[in-house]
């Protein structure tokens, strides 16, 4: 019989470990300040309705883009530190895939 640790960044909770994610989001700079504050809560209700828990959402504003994505040359950048399900960032992902408002986005598991 063995024993199995578990490290500070996952956590049990209903019988599925929840392990730390971050995301980094590019949303279109045609979206308004008020339809970019919808695009972060339709997210971070998302999350939170797959179970999953928000640690901290940080707005780091617009910013030049290297190259153009979808004719833009701007993007208002959003970082958004969670837990989450592993089963569950597949349809995360898929979401934000499907979205007209994300231009690009990144989701890093943290170790």
């Known amino acids: ?30 979206v308004g ?28 504003g617009r910013r030049k883009l290297a190259y153009p994505i979808k004719r833009s040359m701007e993007g208002n950048y959003v970082a958004v530190q969670f837990k989450l399900g592993t089963a569950l960032t597949k349809e995360l992902e898929a979401n934000l895939k499907i979205s007209e408002e994300v231009l690009r986005h990144l989701l890093i598991r943290n170790t």
């Open 33 to 60: 300040d008020d339809a970019l504050d919808a695009t972060i809560d339709n997210i971070s209700r998302l999350i939170t309705g797959k179970g999953g828990t928000i640690a901290n959402v940080e707005r780091w």
């Open 1 to 30: 019989m063995g024993t199995t640790t578990r490290s500070k960044k996952e956590s049990k909770t209903d019988d599925a470990i929840l392990r730390d994610y971050e995301l980094i989001l590019i949303v279109s700079p045609d």
